[in-house]
């Protein structure tokens, strides 16, 4: 994809450069040229540019771009004037960093359908994984409905791997299985060779389901 970050501050910055890693063309753009310049070899691409002049903004690759992200949100009136002036001139699709209810409120005013708060995002995550033990990674599609990582309970090891029957001991629906950093079953693909699977005592679930399923097999296996 290509991509646009506008702001390199901690979240910005961190956002391009994991994006890079994964091999997107990014462009990472900062009125700051110290910030610019320190972070052009971790970024794609980087460039100095005050975001919020219109001149300066139309510079950026407007039409041809999939996606940017505005990633300050310290200054509301900075966030939210770069968010405008890109949906004025057609960029396709706009992510806004906010850090409020009345500042997603003002972004989705103007047009803004997709917000992020990391902050809440990563209190949220912090939360679960503090209180939940065995949760690597967590992803919330609903207030009840979640994804995680994490690993295979004790009880499970050495059981022959079946989705059907763990989904019906579970009621959570296995999404991935990972196995030394490779993933060796993926709901989405069809996978004959399965039959002769077993868990073993570091593999990765990724799971699908309930909160309350969710902390049941956590705590006892099922």
Known sequence: MNIVTIGLGNFGASLAKTLTAMGHDVLGVDINSEKVEFFKDSIANT???DACDP???RLLPLKEADVFVVCMSDDFGVSVKIAALLKK???KKIVSRENSSIHMTVLNSIG???TIN?????AQVLAQKLVLEGIINLFSISDNLKIIDTQVPLFWVNTKFEPDIFKHDTHLKIVALKRDHQILYSSSQTMEWIV???FQRDD???LLGD???IRKFLTNGK
């Open 196 to 198: 002769d699977l077993h």
């Open 89 to 91: 001139y057609g960029a």
């Open 118 to 122: 990391p902050e809440f995002e990563s």
């Open 112 to 114: 803004i359908k997709y």
């Open 211 to 213: 909160i309350k399923d």
């Open 47 to 49: 460039i100095c540019l």
């Open 55 to 57: 001149h300066a903004l």
């Open 204 to 206: 990765i679930l990724v």
